[in-house]
């Protein structure tokens, strides 16, 4: 066996173990190397995303161009908020958010007043969309259909009289849950599709979170204008990456 004096003698000097300040290089190298993969892949992932929200985007205003023609318009409400109007009334708002998008629906354009049939209108432009989506389907993993409604009590036959407007938002859900399935084309067993509803206690501006209460709620019923803005069917299409 080699002892360290004999080492010494040869002039080697032979450690085993690596000095503290090798191994503390050696962890920072993994380390780093390990946040590249990670935050590089995170990159990929929202580039990828942001290109499918610009896809589907280019493709709705692309065939409401073609509809609506002349009267065609679109006016850009925030950096990541587009508005259409048929330049007599707005028809839809797409809102993109980083890991979703949104895209809600005017009242007027889907239902009639209290109503939970689609009118022919209403099926254009939701055709429109679902094959927008259908289309760009390849790396939305789920889309949720939410019915809104305003605070203005609805009275339905057999359902309680507080009940109404839960009611109703979860029918026009349903409803354009059917019509994307049965007319569009958008099967649930390849791309995933739920309906629900919170009747008249989402409307556009509540946050989600604990500071929101019933005075809140009815001062954003307070105008006929707000509680029109609080009619609507919402999409909401969440992405993965592929």
Known sequence: MLDNDLLKDEGLDFNFWPSFTDLMLTITIIMAALLVVKFGVSASDLKQKQESKVAIISEIKNQLKLKFKENYRELKESENTLIISNGNENIVKI?????YQQISFYEKILFDRSQFSIKN???EVLQIVGDA????????????IEGHTDSNDIKLDNYPKNMGNIVLGSRRAVDVYQFFKDQVGIDPAVLPMSATTFGEYAPPSRKLDSSYNRELLVRA???EELKASNRRIELKLFFSSK
């Not at 809102?95 to 890991?99: C, K, L, N, R």
């Not at 989506?133 to 949720?144: A, M």
């Open 121 to 123: 209108s209403g099926r």
């Open 221 to 223: 019923n307070s105008t």
């Open 133 to 144: 989506i259908k289309l760009k389907s390849n790396n939305i993993k789920l889309v949720q």
């Open 95 to 99: 809102t993109s958010e980083t890991d």
